[in-house]
């Protein structure tokens, strides 16, 4: 082989060494590329999820948030009761109207919106604890001004129904503003939200937790659901347990004749243990998103609410709120009441004891109840005016603390150290500057008079904040059968009623001591009465079902 032959050769060996280790290099390349990627199909289709799953999420807010109607502010009332000592109040309104879908329901006639459920339900500041003060419908209460849909404010009504509240003005949509006016003149506690839910939408929520656990007394037939009937017609509903959701859940908690004494009183029992079994469903199922969602866009579409729950994520926020709320603590009770004709009057001051105690908030049991920063728990009491006074009166001293004078704690005595505001109560005029001079002749420290919300006090009463029992009784042992009501504001208020204004003069404390406190057993210790008859979410759903 000549020399230009081998390097010939050794030249195409090179070429073919190269091309060699070439096509091996892009072969490994191709290789290494193709074990790649599966690992960025992985992360493409990771990241189009993620995408999706934001996007959907965003979409469900949206459309929650489409679904939500509000009732404006300016129907609120600006004469209103100061903030407790803790806790939310929510007033919660069924309506029966028989607008839009509610018309196949059987809501009721005409176009008008009318309730017929009502309750106001009290989260306490600790986060654990609940209760739900239902307030029949047919309780003879006073509706102060409210306003109509064309702006105007009609004139105070008096001794009329609580459910005519929600009509005023006649709209098909209600007056929940006017209901939250009426609530917070008849119980003194003001009401942080309103939400009212229509047929079709407390219809469609028991659907989205797969039906409610309920029980029947005794076998219900259509007769008893629409006594127009005059006929038996087929049973709806057998004896016993039973799981119900829909029109058929509808129909349950609107039954009212065919058991016990055919009243809206038995029919209230019967909605308490209904919405206590619908809390433990779906407490059962999980507060998350599974669960909450569905449930929260089957409420929204037919719920109508204050502006401060005019989100989704607001009502999810108050809904997790709730969620380690204990299902025994989770109480419903009635407004003390009693039968006046075919109507409903109020009982006090066993109503006054409840209200006094949701204020401090307090548990029916008398525990202190509230969060950080409340009144009971260690905090300073609500700065605002107490509940019985005008809207416009200055706040209550807050006293010295603990008095020095003689008798100071023991129901008797002077008035030294004791610092007290008194309210006139009744339609006698000069009545407060009267009872000032003579409370200031015993010794007491006066820091200020003024005209109470109402006046057709009939009784004195003596309400006392956080630690001022002590002096609260050495005040009311100057006034003729004086009830001692304690309140979340700080201080000792006095609110005078005609058994003052009727012979207006201090008592010798020997002579007479302080009346009973507002229930068996004290407000101080719990309304023990009306908590005996509490019932919780966790009792038998077979309990307690009728009156009469």
Known sequence: MTASSHKAVAASSGRSGRTGRSGAGRAQGRTVRGRRRPLRTAGIVAVSLLVLITAGAGWFYFKLNGNITTFGAEGVSPQRPAEGAGGQNVLVIGSDSRSGDNSSLGGGEGDVGRSDTAFLLHIYGDSKHAVAVSIPRDTLVEIPPCRLPNGKWTAAQHNVMFNAAFSVGESARGNPACTQNTVEKLSGVRVDHTVVVDFEGFSKMTSAVGGVPVCLPKDIYQGDLNPNRHSRGERIFAKGPQNVSGRQALDYVRIRHGLGDNSDIGRIQRQQAFVGSLIKKV??????????????????????????????????????????????????????????????????????????????????????????????????????????????????????????????????????????????????????????????????????????????????????????????????????????????????????????????????????????????????????????????????????????
Not at 359 to 387: I, Q, W, Y
Not at 390 to 402: I, L
Request: charge should be negative; charged fraction near 15%; include cysteine.
């Open 283 to 548: 407490k059962e199922q999980g507060f998350n998103p599974t669960t909450l969602l569905p449930l929260a866009n089957a409420a929204t579409q037919s719920m109508t609410v204050d502006p401060g729950l005019d989100s989704a994520d607001k009502l999810l926020s108050f809904a997790m709120s709730l969620k380690d709320i204990d299902l025994h603590n989770t109480k419903f009770v009635t407004l003390p009441w009693r039968y006046q004709g075919a109507r409903v009057a109020i009982v006090h001051p066993a109503a006054d004891a409840l209200w006094a105690d949701i204020k401090a908030d307090r548990t029916l049991d008398g525990k202190d109840a509230g969060g950080p920063g409340s009144a009971g728990g260690g905090g300073a009491a609500s700065p605002g005016p107490s509940p019985s006074s005008s809207a416009d009166a200055k706040a209550p001293g807050t006293g010295t603390g603990p008095g020095t004078g003689p008798g100071t704690g023991t129901g008797a005595g002077t008035g030294t150290g004791i610092s007290v505001t008194v309210y006139n109560g009744t339609t006698a005029t000069g009545l407060a500057a009267r009872a000032a001079d003579q409370l200031k002749s015993a010794g007491f420290t006066v820091t200020g008079t003024s005209t109470a919300r109402t006046q057709d006090h009939a009784t004195t009463v003596v309400e006392y904040g956080a630690g001022k029992e002590a002096e609260a009784k050495t005040v009311a042992a100057h006034f003729r059968g004086a009830r001692l009501v304690p309140t979340a504001t700080a201080g000792v208020n006095v609110v005078l009623g005609t058994a003052y204004a009727s012979d207006p003069a201090l008592e010798s404390p020997a002579a007479t001591a302080p009346g009973p406190a507002p229930s068996p057993g004290s407000s101080a210790s719990g309304s023990s009465e009306i908590a005996g008859k509490a019932r919780s979410a966790d009792d038998n759903i077979c309990s307690d079902l009728s009156y009469g």
